[in-house]
């Protein structure tokens, strides 16, 4: 997975560093998808803490949440949940982001979880 692609100041970016921001996006799931990354060992199996993910996902995708769901998906063993977590995103995540710098942060987790899984979040 590649995390230094994905990170980047989710303000009002001007355009060209938008565009720029836009084409690492699209190369990491372009990667992803062509070029099957191996799973990362030692995930965290913890329900707690997986069962903690989905919520958060419900609860909200914005800006100032984006550090820990990105901990959260390179650290837990989240492969039982994809389901969960797909309509946990659509249910709630996603439908609050009301403000451009939540919008790229929901991108964001959307596009790590479509790295982290590119046959099942797809």
């Not at 565009?19 to 099957?36: P, S």
Request: net charge positive.
């Amino acid at each position: 997975m590649e995390s230094t692609a994905l990170e980047s100041n989710h303000g009002s970016l001007p355009s060209t560093l938008q565009d720029e921001r836009y084409q690492k996006l699209r190369a990491a799931t372009l990667a992803a998808w062509h070029h099957k990354p191996d799973p990362p060992s030692k995930l965290d199996a913890n329900i707690k803490k997986n069962t903690g993910f989905v919520r958060k996902c419900r609860a909200s995708l914005a800006a100032d949440m984006l550090p820990q769901l990105r901990k959260d998906v390179e650290t837990l063993k989240l492969e039982k949940y994809i389901g969960e977590i797909v309509a946990a995103i659509l249910e709630g995540g996603i439908f609050k982001c009301r403000f451009t710098p939540d919008v790229n942060a929901a991108v964001d987790i959307i596009c790590l979880l479509h790295c982290r899984f590119p046959d099942t979040f797809t």
